[in-house]
């Protein structure tokens, strides 16, 4: 697909500066803007393109990408131009003009006043879990203050036994046109404020606002192998839209997992460490270890090494996204007795007798590189 350059799209030179562009950009979209041009698919996409042109111009990254390398330097810099939606480019619009000039020009939300599904406001919340809670899931009841639609009058804000009415002053359009020297321009309804309904009666209970803070109990599940620091999306659980229908927000869940004392995650597998005695190591031992479901035996073969590490399958964190379960590793730690008694030492010395005959292969290299060393010197 071949595109216009953003130069002529805007119809400014090279060297336009940044209040060239704007105005220029202003200019386009006042003229194509889709409110102006109804059921005007050619308006639209003009529309759009001084949009994009006008989002790459005015940033001086994008816009030093451009002049390099065109429209495929644009391509790595994360920014997908193509495709921006029309909410995208509405919502840019009070930054781009100061806040109220197209509310001015065409009603309240960009011109598409009281047609829009209204949705309520996201909530977000902390939720700190035990790392055994994260391997198995779990359910967790939190108390959040949101706003719900009033009781009294079911988020509508008019008065029980009345309804909000069709807009008299605009029909419930949600805007009027009105004329001004030879051309008129389209404005929010001043009664309504663009709704297209207004309130004869409000509400006693919320004042004719349809909301109230209300302290709710709401359930969490949280599936397991969920990780630290991962984000969770309960629909519906924010707060409730204004005016009554619409869609409620969502709660984000910020998920914290507490630190273990005997575990750590690594992926989806868990990591431990195990001590075991001299003795156990050498002539091995069945042992008792902590996994994420409880106890479990470990058996470990004669001559274990220190820093040996044993993987057992399928005991680590199930995966979050149900591709399978993760391992748990077990490091051997081989520790030395700090004191011995009079028995031991005795019995040590003893064996001590007897190592000399069994040296272990890697002593045995060790001795040989040992020797290599003094005779190069
Ligand atoms: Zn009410
Ligand atoms: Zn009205």
Same mark, same amino acid.
């Given at each position: 697909?071949?595109?216009?350059?953003?130069?002529?799209?805007?119809?400014?030179?090279?060297?336009?500066?940044?209040?060239?562009?704007?105005?220029?950009?202003?200019?386009?979209?006042?003229?194509?803007?889709? /409110?102006?041009?109804?059921?005007?698919?050619?308006?639209? #996409?003009?529309?759009?393109?001084?949009?994009?042109?006008?989002?790459?111009?005015?940033?001086?990254?994008?816009?030093?990408?451009? /002049?390099?390398?065109?429209?495929?330097?644009?391509?790595?810099?994360?920014? =997908? $131009?193509?495709?921006?939606?029309?909410? #995208? %480019?509405?919502?840019?619009?009070? /930054? %781009?003009?100061?806040?109220?000039?197209?509310?001015?020009?065409?009603?309240?939300?960009?011109?598409?006043?009281?047609?829009?599904?209204?949705?309520?406001?996201?909530?977000?919340?902390?939720?700190?879990?035990?790392?055994?809670?994260?391997?198995?899931?779990?359910?967790?009841?939190? /108390?959040?203050?949101?706003?719900?639609?009033? #009781?009294?009058?079911?988020?509508?804000?008019?008065?029980?036994?009345?309804?909000?009415?069709?807009?008299?002053?605009?029909?419930?359009?949600?805007?009027?046109?009105?004329?001004?020297?030879?051309? =008129?321009?389209?404005?929010?309804?001043? !009664?309504?404020?663009?709704?297209?309904?207004?309130?004869?009666?409000?509400?006693? =209970?919320?004042?004719?606002?349809?909301?109230?803070?209300?302290?709710?109990?709401?359930?969490?599940?949280?599936?397991?192998?969920?990780?630290?620091?991962?984000?969770?999306?309960?629909?519906?659980?924010?707060?409730?839209?204004?005016?009554?229908?619409?869609?409620? $927000?969502? &709660?984000?869940?910020?998920?914290?997992?507490?630190?273990?004392?005997?575990?750590?995650? #690594?992926?989806?597998?868990?990591?431990?460490?195990?001590?075991?005695?001299?003795?156990?190591?050498?002539?091995?031992?069945?042992?008792? %270890?902590?996994? &994420?479901? $409880?106890?479990?035996?470990?058996?470990?073969?004669?001559?274990?090494?220190? =820093?040996?590490?044993?993987?057992?399958?399928?005991?680590?964190?199930?995966?979050?996204?149900?591709?399978?379960?993760?391992?748990?590793?077990?490091?051997? %730690?081989?520790?030395?007795?700090?004191?011995?008694?009079?028995?031991?030492?005795?019995?040590?010395?003893?064996?001590?007798?007897?190592?000399? !005959?069994?040296?272990?292969?890697?002593?045995?290299?060790?001795?040989?590189?040992?020797?290599?060393?003094?005779?190069?010197?």
């Amino acid at each position: 697909m071949s595109q216009r350059d953003y130069y002529e799209v805007l119809g400014v030179s090279r060297e336009a500066g940044k209040d060239e562009i704007k105005k220029s950009y202003r200019k386009l979209a006042l003229k194509f803007h889709p /409110d102006r041009n109804p059921d005007d698919k050619g308006a639209e #996409d003009k529309f759009k393109e001084a949009a994009e042109a006008y989002d790459v111009l005015s940033d001086d990254n994008k816009k030093a990408q451009y /002049d390099r390398f065109g429209h495929d330097g644009l391509k790595n810099s994360g920014f =997908s $131009g193509r495709g921006a939606s029309m909410e #995208d %480019i509405f919502s840019n619009f009070g /930054d %781009i003009f100061g806040g109220s000039i197209f509310e001015e020009f065409f009603g309240g939300g960009g011109g598409r006043g009281g047609s829009r599904q209204q949705k309520g406001a996201s909530l977000r919340c902390q939720l700190s879990i035990t790392f055994l809670e994260s391997a198995t899931g779990c359910t967790k009841t939190i /108390d959040l203050n949101r706003n719900e639609h009033c #009781d009294t009058c079911h988020g509508t804000g008019a008065k029980p036994g009345t309804h909000p009415v069709t807009c008299p002053y605009c029909q419930g359009r949600g805007e009027v046109t009105q004329s001004q020297g030879f051309f =008129s321009v389209r404005t929010a309804c001043p !009664k309504c404020q663009g709704a297209g309904k207004t309130i004869e009666s409000p509400c006693g =209970s919320c004042r004719g606002t349809g909301s109230m803070p209300k302290r709710v109990k709401v359930e969490v599940n949280i599936p397991a192998g969920i990780d630290d620091g991962t984000r969770l999306r309960v629909q519906g659980e924010g707060e409730a839209a204004p005016g009554g229908g619409g869609i409620r $927000g969502d &709660l984000m869940c910020y998920i914290q997992v507490q630190a273990h004392s005997l575990f750590q995650r #690594d992926g989806d597998n868990v990591y431990c460490q195990l001590p075991v005695t001299f003795t156990e190591a050498a002539l091995g031992a069945e042992l008792t %270890i902590p996994t &994420l479901k $409880g106890k479990n035996v470990m058996t470990i073969p004669p001559g274990t090494q220190s =820093s040996q590490i044993f993987r057992l399958r399928g005991q680590g964190f199930p995966n979050v996204h149900g591709q399978g379960v993760g391992d748990q590793m077990v490091e051997i %730690i081989i520790e030395v007795p700090k004191k011995l008694t009079s028995k031991q030492e005795e019995l040590l010395r003893e064996y001590a007798k007897t190592e000399h !005959k069994s040296v272990g292969p890697k002593r045995q290299s060790w001795f040989d590189k040992l020797k290599e060393f003094f005779t190069e010197e």
